[in-house]
T-cell receptor, first 110, second 113 residues
């Protein structure tokens, strides 16, 4: 069955610290992989996506993600978080139909 | 200009009523979607249209009926509203499938009392 797992419901990091949000998926073939961010009261915005090529993908707002086929993972990283990064982050996979993970809420400590 | 707009932003209604949510995109995209986000933030696709044609219809109660009068609009009509329909409904659009970025509207928070 196709699925997306974000094992961390909440993550708290200090401003300026590095960040890694985990995402694992189960899919029949290599799917399109996405990370979206949702700020409070708003819709989702695409941070980055991957299908093929270089397994390290750069996105907007200083985010990057690394695809690891052997681990079926697509983890999101940022070297130094800012208070404005506090939001809900969704990993998503699929092709014609996109399946979203349950999200990771990121809290930033000043 | 707003890329994907939804009206209304908030909708409070009683059980048993019928309501509609409207969505419009000015991006020239061919594909539009409706998603439901529950109270735990879980986001699930309900429907997808490509050039006014239904291409994805998940296991959604038939009280929910999407309508696409043209490729820039996708409306959602809900009959006989139930408490469990309370959620945030998001409209989205993309240039096509597969693999394209989806552009989301701001959401409609539906509360059924």
């Amino acid at each position: 069955a196709q699925s997306v797992t974000q094992p961390d419901i909440h993550i708290t990091v200090s401003e300026g610290a590095s960040l890694e949000l985990r995402c694992n998926y189960s899919y029949g073939a290599t799917p399109y992989l996405f990370w979206y961010v949702q700020s409070p009261g708003q819709g989702l915005q695409l941070l980055l996506k991957y299908f093929s090529g270089d397994t390290l993908v750069q996105g907007i707002k200083g985010f990057e993600a690394e695809f690891k086929r052997s681990q079926s993972s697509f983890n999101l990283r940022k070297p130094s978080v800012h208070w404005s990064d506090a939001a809900e982050y969704f990993c998503a996979v699929g092709d014609d139909k996109i399946i979203f993970g349950k999200g990771t809420r990121l809290h930033i400590l000043p | 200009d707003t890329a994907v707009s939804q009206t209304p932003k908030y909708l409070v209604t009683q059980m048993g009523n019928d309501k509609s949510i409207k969505c419009e995109q000015n991006l020239g995209h061919d594909t539009m979607y409706w998603y439901k986000q529950d109270s735990k933030k879980f986001l699930k696709i309900m429907f997808s249209y490509n050039n006014k044609e239904l291409i994805i219809n998940e296991t959604v109660p038939n009280r929910f009926s999407p309508k696409s009068p043209d490729k820039a609009h996708l409306n959602l009509h809900i009959n006989s509203l139930e408490l469990g329909d309370s959620a945030v409904y998001f409209c989205a659009s993309s240039p096509g499938t597969p693999g394209y970025e989806q552009y989301f509207g701001p959401g409609t928070r539906l509360t059924v009392t």
